[in-house]
């Protein structure tokens, strides 16, 4: 099994920036898509942002021109890089890698002023 470990959330005002920061036990992660999600208080959890083994990306509508996904495959970790901050990009964020159902314990964003 893999472990996911997520790291980099907090509290930050509107217009802020948060990197986070998802780290895997295994080299496994490197040749799967691992995506990020969030699910805020009452939401059903969403899909932020996917990236491939390739390197090909994708980002939900609310989140584009925003945040950035990347992976560095020579330490097992994704990180999504979140900049111009909202109120409602509150939420948990985790890390998955949908292949096998794995996920993080989840680390939590507050954009608050």
């Known amino acids: 099994q893999v472990q996911l470990v997520e790291s980099g959330g907090g509290l930050v005002q509107p217009g802020g920036s948060l990197r986070l920061s998802c780290a895997a036990s295994g080299s496994i992660v490197n040749i799967h898509t691992m995506v990020w999600y969030r699910q805020a208080p009452g939401n059903e959890r969403e899909l932020v942002a996917a990236i491939t083994s390739g390197g090909s990306t994708n980002y939900a509508d609310s989140v584009k021109a925003r945040f950035t996904i990347s992976r560095n495959n020579a330490k097992n970790t994704v990180y999504l890089q979140m900049n111009s901050l909202k109120p409602e990009d509150t939420a948990v964020y985790y890390c998955?890698?949908?292949?096998?159902?794995?996920w993080g314990q989840g680390t939590q964003v507050t954009v608050s002023s």
């Open positions: 998955s890698l949908p292949r096998y159902d794995y």
